[in-house]
């Protein structure tokens, strides 16, 4: 695909500029995943190549500020930070507005507009927030995010958790993504039910993982070196790795 927009040198400018991001589970391979992820839903809800590659670059941007803590809304700050860095680029100010409105729309549902501006808040949620993946980038949040300093990594792993499911339930989507959430929603509520378990498997994933949140591991590095041992870990560990690497995708088109 050639786009007319300047996607590369977007890309590349945000690479940089999240070199040394705040927080590691919300590092340049988060912003690339869910930017992969929005083209994605665009696609697939037949948007056309041009609001693909918007979609593309709203995703890149959509955490461009995410501290690791909740007191601010990263959503406002991003879209205010993505109007600055967009006014850097030669992109039409339709294409702008439409780009932000997918930013500072990308933390809760929002009456449907187009596939554009639901993509990034689609991707985020099902895609990078549920999975196996979640999994692991949850406990490694946790383990990173100062609202839970001093407390027990795994409770505040099975708050944190719970809080999650019950704020995204697949029944929260469109209902043509309702078997797609709902395959991505078992990995977390499947885990966090095994913690609640005290089930040694995953007892040791979130202390693992937390304790690579705490130093500020890289994300997708420490993923990709761990080695799991126990039969439920390397189904987990299997599907997440598959995910990073972008080759879940023909298994969730099947689920649309
Ligand atoms: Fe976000
Ligand atoms: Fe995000």
Redesign the pocket.
């Known amino acids: 695909m050639i786009s007319e927009l300047p996607v590369k040198k977007i890309e590349k400018f945000v690479k940089n500029e999240t070199k040394h991001t705040e927080s590691v589970i919300?590092d340049f391979s988060h912003l690339k995943r869910t930017a992969i992820g929005a083209r994605w839903f665009v696609k697939i809800m037949d948007g056309n190549k041009h609001d693909q590659y918007l979609a593309y670059i709203a995703g890149l941007l959509?955490?461009i500020v995410?501290p690791p803590f909740e007191e601010i809304c990263?959503?406002k700050a991003?879209s205010e930070k993505s109007r600055e860095i967009l006014n850097r680029f030669d992109i039409s100010n339709e294409d702008r507005e439409r780009i932000i409105e997918a930013v500072s729309c990308?933390?809760t549902r929002h009456e449907w507009k187009d596939a554009l501006h639901q993509s990034v808040f689609l991707a985020?949620k099902i895609l990078e927030q549920m999975g196996a993946m979640i999994v692991f980038r949850r406990c490694m949040y946790i383990g990173e995010c100062k609202d839970y300093l001093g407390k027990t990594s795994i409770q505040s792993i099975i708050i944190q958790s719970r809080n999650k499911l019950k704020k995204f339930t697949p029944c929260e989507f469109n209902k043509i993504f309702l078997r797609l959430a709902r395959a991505q929603y078992k990995w977390p509520h499947d885990f966090t039910k095994a913690l609640k378990e005290k089930k040694q498997w995953a007892l040791d994933i979130g202390m693992y993982f937390f304790k690579a949140g705490r130093d500020k591991k890289d994300f997708e590095k420490t993923v990709f070196g761990y080695k799991p041992q126990i039969k439920e870990q390397k189904q987990i560990h299997k599907q997440a790795v598959l995910y990073l690497k972008s080759r879940k995708f023909k298994d969730f088109e099947k689920l649309i």
């Open positions: 919300h959509h955490d995410r990263h959503a991003s990308h933390r985020d």
